[in-house]
Structure formats: C-alpha cells, structure tokens
C-alpha cells in the first residue's frame, strides 16, 4: 500500500504576506470580488494547516489608491486622499477575515488607524501573543500615516513582528529585468539582491520598503500568487518566483 504524500514542511516559523488590493478583485476591474476573496482564503487556510505564524497586510487599490487620488487634485487635499486609501484596505480586511473564518480559521483583524467597533488596534505585543496562538493576523490601514505605502507598512510590520519573510503576492511570476507587459522577452530574475533592485530602479517594492528589508536581512519573495497553491511552495521554501536577499547570502547560493 502506497503510503500518503507528507505535508510540505513549513520553511519560515513566523510569515508576512503582502497583499494587494488588485487580489481581491477580478483582473481589469475594481471592488470585491467574493470568488477572488474565496480563493485566496482556501489558499491561506492550506498554509495554517502547516502550523506557521501569519500576518497579512492588505492594500486598497482595488477600492481606492490614495497616491492616485491625491495627483488629480481637485477639492480633496493630498493627506485626506491618503486617509481615504486607508480605509480602503479595512474593507478589505473585513471581507478576507470573514471569508477566512468561513472556512474555520481563527483570524484577527488589527488597524493601524483606531476603529474598536470593527478591530483591535494594532499593538505590536498583542499581534505576537495572536501568532503564537496560531490566529492569522490582518494588518489594515497601512502605518496610520498618510504618504506611506502599503508596501512599507509591510516591511516595517515584518520588522516589528520579526518575521522570516515578506511574501510578495502579486499577478506577475517574479521580478523582471523589464515591464513583461511591454517586453513578453523580458527576464526573470530567480534571486537578486536588495542593492540591485534600488541601483536598477526595480518596481519590487517601492524604495523604503526594501531599504527596511535589506536593515534587517528580511528576505522577500515575489511570486505569483494567481497559480494555485503558490503561496503554500512559497513558505515551504520552494523555489518559485523571484528572492531577494542580501548580497552576501546571493554569493553563497
């Protein structure tokens, strides 16, 4: 009798997952998506089943992005825009958190920005004690701060938690030497470093956001999380999508 394919075993003990506000709409469109929210939420129930620590931090786009906003200009100041952006991505946390628990995962939905009728306010403690007992943490509103994107709030979520890893989940396959919208030829990088993506102007993550990373040698994985059942290769350490790392440990590889 053939015995049973094993579990992956989990290659971080703590994880960040980036999500954008794109994931939890259909490509092309905007708002919610509950097919794309359903799905995302099997893949993530897949992942607690490995018995790793999960945060997640949510974007907006798919609602508002507040940087986009702001540029048109008009009665809205730029800090308002930004506000908006925020709260955005509690939409969004709500709506995962939901999806999540119908699927029996125990969630806790914290914001940066205080709101207690619908969730915790982030304290950095209290986001640990939740991981420790295997609750995935959604981590909404950003920083709590206008003009800060939501892929530095993930680096310095990453930072404070102690996280292992950022995972990147976007609709592309990894990071690219070219737009592989415009170039179809364009290369994937498998690794690069931190100091390579700044000095080529890489769109990974926006500056900031890997300059925390490379401080404290937070590795990121970008990946394409539409392929099911990326996000679990992600986190056992299969080689998918593009790492990047601290040039030291891309000459040890």
């Known amino acids: 009798m053939t015995e049973p394919a094993s579990a992956p075993r989990p290659a971080y003990r703590r994880v960040l997952l980036k999500l954008s506000g794109e994931s939890f709409c259909r490509s092309g469109e905007s708002g919610l998506s509950m097919f794309e929210i359903a799905s995302l939420s099997e893949q993530i129930r897949k992942v607690t089943e490995l018995g790793v620590e999960l945060a997640i931090v949510v974007g907006g786009g798919n609602i508002l992005r507040g940087r986009e906003f702001a540029a048109l200009g008009g009665a809205i100041k730029p800090p308002t825009a930004h506000y908006m952006g925020m709260l955005a991505t509690v939409i969004n946390g709500l709506a995962l958190q939901d999806a999540l628990e119908n699927v029996g995962v125990a969630t806790r939905l914290q914001t940066a920005i205080r709101m207690e009728g619908v969730a915790e306010p982030f304290i950095r403690r209290r986001c640990i004690r939740h991981l420790e007992k295997r609750r995935v943490v959604i981590l909404a509103a950003g920083t709590g701060s206008p003009f800060v994107t939501t892929d530095t709030a993930a680096a310095l979520r990453s ?95």
Do not use: W
């Not at 925390?212 to 996000?231: A, D, L, T, W």
């Open 159 to 253: 930072r404070e938690i102690e996280a292992d890893v950022l995972l990147k989940a976007t609709r592309v396959d990894g990071v690219f030497a070219e737009d592989p919208e415009k170039n179809p030829h364009a290369v994937l990088y498998s690794e690069i470093s931190f100091q390579d993506v700044l000095s080529q102007g890489l769109q990974v993550m926006d500056a900031q956001a890997i300059v925390h990373c490379m401080e404290q040698s937070i590795p990121i994985v970008v990946f394409n999380y539409k392929r099911v059942g990326n996000i679990e290769r992600a986190i056992s350490g299969e080689r998918i999508g593009t790492r990047v790392v601290p040039a030291a440990a891309l000459r040890k590889a």
